[in-house]
């Protein structure tokens, strides 16, 4: 039987991330744009270089967070790293490498579409009182996810609902720069992809709108990505054998956005 969390998943167009999970991390491509993305991220937090004492420490949700290829690198900096992502299947696949001996502890994986900040998949603010209100975070990321999402205004306003006061957002995604953007994704991958990038200005724009301060967008890096010559050249699947003189290398610049919850006395 579906699961709310599948079924509202494949409406959004985005049910081929729980097929694609089983191979994901074989992408040379996905590992390198979360490194660049950690760099990025921790760059502009200097609270991750330095992590403080332990019971200071943040509390971090990635939203998409996939197989957890971010979560696992930010773990280190957590107190307690919650990864949700809406594929049932991705989070299947962070769970198995969850169980390895020497995998990271403090990361939590829940299958869930956020939509709400009280959604009782998310941990308690208080332990004792697990039908209290849910843990607010000192930091959300999100890598990859943006051009996913259908409504942005209202997952913004989902994640400054799950922020603490004076806590921050990072979310990197590749930038919509003009029609060259389309390119990003082969045709056979283009399910559940909602636009091509993210615009600076129109995200900036959004994250003034819905109550972040200190927004600040900028290009953070870029990366060179293996694209179809022509639309189709890949073919059908969205992954499989590609010849070698199949596509051509293409740059593509990505955006690191972040912004605060205003802080309350
Ligand atoms: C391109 S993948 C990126 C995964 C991971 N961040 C990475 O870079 O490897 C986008 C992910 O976002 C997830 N996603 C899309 N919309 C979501 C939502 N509303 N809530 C949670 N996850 C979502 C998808 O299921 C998918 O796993």
């Not at 107190?79 to 490498?97: C, H, Q, S, W, Y």
């Not at 994986?109 to 209290?132: C, I």
């Not at 991958?189 to 995200?203: L, S």
């Amino acid at each position: 039987m579906a699961t709310a969390a599948s079924s509202l998943h494949a409406a959004s167009g985005n049910g081929r991330f729980n097929d694609e999970a089983s191979s994901w991390d074989s992408n040379p491509f996905v590992h390198e744009a979360s490194n660049e993305a950690l760099k990025a991220i921790v760059s502009r937090f200097p609270a991750l270089r330095n992590p403080p004492a332990p019971d200071k420490a943040l509390d971090v949700l990635e939203v998409g967070c996939g197989t957890g290829l971010l979560s696992f690198m930010l773990a280190p900096y957590a107190r307690r790293l919650v990864a949700v992502d809406a594929a049932p299947g991705m989070i299947e696949v962070l769970k198995t490498k969850l169980q390895s001996r020497d995998a990271a502890q403090n990361i939590l994986p829940v299958a869930v579409s956020l939509e709400n900040p009280e959604d009782k998949h998310l941990p308690p603010a208080d332990e004792t009182k697990p039908d209290g209100p849910r843990l607010k975070f000192g930091l959300i990321t999100s890598h990859l996810v943006l051009h996913h999402i259908p409504d942005l205004r209202a997952v913004l306003t989902t994640m400054l609902g799950c922020l603490k006061h004076g806590g921050s957002v990072a979310l990197t995604d590749f930038e919509d720069y003009g029609l060259e953007a389309s390119r990003f994704h082969a045709k056979a991958k283009m399910d559940g992809v909602q636009r091509h990038g993210t615009n600076a200005d129109g995200i900036e724009r959004l994250m003034s709108e819905v109550g972040f301060v200190n927004v600040r967008v900028e290009r953070a890096w870029s990366m060179d990505k293996v694209v179809e010559k022509y639309e189709g050249e890949f073919g059908d699947a969205p992954k499989g054998p590609r010849q070698s003189d199949q596509g051509e290398v293409k740059s593509f610049p990505f955006l690191l956005c972040t912004g605060e919850k205003k802080y309350c006395l």
